[in-house]
């Protein structure tokens, strides 16, 4: 009897401890995959509204960009589903610690996501030049920033500096926004674009320490 009761127990610890060793525990190779999707989604959010951008108003200005519109509405598309996903990720990332702001970002980021729809689809119906599109999109682009680097200073995933890079940066993009809807500054042309500097090296900074250094938190698993 004590015997096989012996047996079992040496059975039974045997194979959790092989359980143990199989189980796959959180490392930071998990992390490093979303910190690096995340890097990706800000960059590609970065760049296909700048060309976007660029091409959407080439072709109001140059009579022969005739192609210009679709392509620029086309990276307008892109960038609305990078900034959405980049909201999903984010939102499973930052739950634990902010679980409203990880919310917020994310319907913030979806609404984004539908403000560059919208503007794409008046741009194509329309053939109809509205520059100051650019500020709905930063508007809500801003907020969603603003949001972004208060969770991530809570949360401390990634380093304080760099999350204070944003509180200080996204407020002075809003009120440059707000301010260029009054007509008192242009934030695409001149001295009144240096509101666009500090947010826009938070966004710049924050994936090159996603792709280096990836999140600090070991708990986050792909």
């Known amino acids: 009897m004590k015997t096989s009761m012996l047996d079992r127990s040496i059975e ?7 359980a143990v060793v199989a189980a796959p525990a959180p490392t930071t190779t998990s992390v490093s995959k979303t910190a690096v999707l995340v890097g990706l989604l ?16 080439s ?10 519109l679709i392509a620029g509405v086309f990276l307008l598309g892109c960038c609305g ?6 909201g999903v990720a984010m939102r499973r990332i930052l739950m634990a610690d902010t679980p409203i702001r990880s919310r917020a970002y994310f319907v913030l980021r979806v609404t984004e996501c539908l403000t560059l729809v919208a503007v794409g689809v008046y741009f194509l119906t329309s053939h109809a ?9 930063y508007a809500v682009s801003g907020t969603a920033g603003l949001v972004l680097s208060s969770a991530l200073l809570t949360s401390r995933i990634v380093p304080r500096n760099l999350s204070m890079l944003g509180l200080i940066g996204y407020p002075v993009f809003l009120v440059g926004t707000i301010l260029a809807m009054f007509n008192l500054i242009d934030v695409t042309h001149g001295a009144g674009m240096l ?20 999140f600090t938190s070991h708990q986050i698993e792909d």
């Open 12 to 18: 039974h610890t045997t194979a959790t401890s092989v």
């Open 195 to 214: 509101a666009l500097v500090p947010g826009g090296l938070f966004e710049l900074i924050l994936p090159i320490w996603l792709f280096t250094k990836g």
């Open 81 to 86: 589903l990078a900034v959405a996903a980049n």
């Open 42 to 57: 800000f960059l590609t959010a970065t760049f296909t509204f700048a060309i976007g951008n660029v091409l959407i108003r």
């Open 129 to 137: 030049q509205w520059n100051a599109y650019v500020l709905a999109v």
């Open 59 to 68: 072709y109001f200005s140059n009579a022969t960009a005739h192609n210009g």
